[in-house]
């Protein structure tokens, strides 16, 4: 029978706890990889990578290349340094994302432009991306090192694609899914399909693992979508209302500016552009959002996106692994609730 994303109503909250458990002893060797190839002689490489890695990330990444080998009873060790270089990527990107964007925080502290400089990030990050490499190599298959390096390739593209967006209203929906598609759920698709890759496993099952990532990634992107604008500083670990200022055209903005009247477009161009970034501006897009549906609307589209993640696991047999999968997209989508 297909598992499907219940409400909430009377059940536990979802977490990532089961796969956690799931995956404890190969996720301390993972993180034994990531403390040993961040360091360097060069002692701020260390103590800036190592501000954002200690950061209380919940290296969700890594954690599903762990339990996708799990599901496929990989016995080997090859996807400890393999799940490092995913979060290696991972880190990266968000040190340069911070640089691009300006944020000040990230999980509640200050980001590493904001201690450091953007010039002192972007190199790290640039060393960061290096290493994942280097893991790549060391592991030697080719088709793992095109499937991470592509994702590396796809993300990059995405985060240019979406700065050629930023403040402009009329992106269409179709447009931000695909760069959402790039810049977040490349990661997610790459480091689920490399598990199949280390197990051995034919096309099929690299192509259900990928589907399984790529879903659950533009979930994850949607309700962090919606959430800038339903939640606050303390349980984002950034400043509600972020996207707004920043002229981030998200799909909460698109659709409710498809949907509103000449004033309520009006108001979406001159937010975008940076003329309307009060709070009591911020307050009356809040109330656009809700009273168009866009909120709802964003989130019965991540609902439906984490639908498809897990009825990519259909072909799998049931068992801790799976279940611990399954729960991961009910811990995505339920963040917005």
Known sequence: MTATIHSLGGKAAPSLDAMIHLVSSDLNRVNAVILERMQSEVVLIPE??????????????????????????YGGDRHHKLAA?????????????????????????????????????VLVGDFLFSRSFELMVE????????ILSRASSIIAEGEV??????????TREDHYLAIINAKTAALFAAACRIAAVVAERDEAVEEA???????????????????????????????????????????????????????????????MQGSRVSDADLAHAISLLHGTGALDDTLERARHYGQRAIDALGPFPGGAAKSALIEAVEFAISRAY
């Open 48 to 73: 800036l990578a190592g501000h954002l890695i200690a950061g209380g990330g919940k290296r969700m990444r890594p954690m599903l290349t762990l339990a996708c080998a799990r599901l496929l009873d």
């Open 161 to 170: 694609d979406q700065l050629t967006a930023q403040r402009r209203v009329e």
């Open 139 to 146: 592991d030697g298959s080719l088709k793992v090192l095109r």
């Open 209 to 271: 693992l990928d589907s399984y990532g790529r879903n659950l990634g533009i979930a994850f992107q949607l309700i962090d979508d919606a959430i800038d604008y339903a939640s606050d500083a303390e349980t984002m670990g950034k400043g509600v209302g972020d996207d707004f200022r920043d002229g981030k055209v998200t799909l909460p903005v698109i659709l409710a500016h498809a949907r509103g009247n000449a004033d309520d477009r009006l108001f979406w161009k001159e937010a």
């Open 85 to 121: 270089a995913v979060e290696f990527i991972h880190t990266a990107t968000l040190l340069h994302d911070d640089v691009v964007d300006g944020s000040g925080l990230r999980r509640g502290k200050r980001t590493a432009n904001i201690i450091w400089g953007n010039p002192a990030s």
